[in-house]
């Protein structure tokens, strides 16, 4: 069974940085397009970022852009997301998909795998 396995969510005072990372098992995750979504209590799963398989395009929701990076090292089979000047606002879980198609999409239904998330919680 594929898994995605997210990690690096802690908590962070505003204004802080974190970096999450994820990896996958029994998945070559370097052959997908892979995204970050987050979902706080009682809200949907949003869309974060996105990346295309080969690192060469990358897609941001505007409440992030300018603020998270994604990345990837197809060498190590990871997928990053670099967080910085974080607000209390991006206090949610976060998880990590990928897309068999390579469509580098903010939509959830277009991810076929999904890990089980890493919290983070930023403070006033």
């Known amino acids: 069974q594929v898994q995605l396995v997210e990690s690096g969510g802690g908590l962070v005072q505003a204004g802080g940085s974190l970096r999450l990372s994820c990896t996958a098992s029994?998945?070559?995750?370097?052959?997908?397009?892979s995204g970050w979504f987050r979902q706080a209590p009682g809200k949907e799963r949003d869309f974060v970022a996105a990346i295309s398989w080969m690192g060469d395009d990358t897609y941001y929701s505007d409440s992030v852009k300018d603020r998270f990076t994604i990345s990837r090292d197809n060498a190590k089979n990871m997928v990053y997301l670099q967080m910085n000047n974080l607000k209390p606002e991006d206090t949610a879980v976060y998880y990590c998909?990928?897309?068999?198609?390579?469509?580098?999409?903010?939509?959830?239904?277009?991810?076929?795998?999904w890990g089980q998330g890493t919290q983070v919680t930023v403070s006033s």
């Open positions: 998909a990928a897309d068999e198609l390579n469509r580098v999409s903010g939509t959830t239904r277009e991810y076929d795998y």
């Open positions: 029994k998945l070559t995750i370097r052959s997908y397009a």
